[in-house]
């Protein structure tokens, strides 16, 4: 891990144990992030384990809401604009029980950028739908256990 991904994660976990506690006690961690991409890994341990030794529902949803989230908030940052963002909806596939750490990819930069321009040249609200994808590179590398589908509802000012 670099020290990017450090900082980055450092400052996630204070944030979340500030305003929302549930992201800090799954304890995420960013490996990747980029203006394309982010990805973020949730362990499974006793915080996000459910009774039939893989990764609980409920973890499952954190991981793929802050890969869209943080990716957003980037996109914010980096243009130095205010970005006011929610997730209207979701929808999974689960397509294999993750019995390891569980990696939540978004490479939905493009797609969050145009979101951005748009609401900025017409000043209103913008919804798209983004893609997470959740895979357990220990046990079968990049082949998908969840596919999540969000859309995402922003305003940016």
């Known amino acids: ?14 944030f979340s144990w500030r305003y929302i ?3 800090g ?3 995420p961690r960013i490996e990747t992030l ?18 039939l030794g893989s990764m609980y529902f409920g973890a499952l949803a954190i991981g793929a809401d802050l890969a869209g989230g943080l990716l957003v908030l980037d996109k914010g940052r980096r243009r130095q604009r205010k970005v006011h963002f929610a997730f209207k909806d979701v929808a999974g596939d689960f397509l294999r029980r993750p019995e390891a750490a569980v990696r939540f990819y978004c490479a939905a930069g493009e797609t969050i950028d145009q979101m951005i321009e748009e609401s900025l040249t017409q000043g209103q609200r913008i919804n798209r739908p983004i893609e997470i994808i959740a895979t ?3 046990i079968s590398g990049d082949e998908p256990m969840a596919r999540f589908t969000l859309t995402l509802s922003l305003k940016a000012s």
């Open 21 to 23: 506690p549930l992201i």
């Open 25 to 27: 006690f799954c304890a």
């Open 34 to 51: 980029n203006e394309r991409e982010l990805a973020v890994q949730i362990p499974l341990g006793w915080r996000t384990r459910n009774h």
């Open 136 to 138: 357990c590179p220990s």
């Open 1 to 14: 891990m670099d020290w990017k991904q450090i900082k980055a994660t450092l400052a996630l976990r204070l």
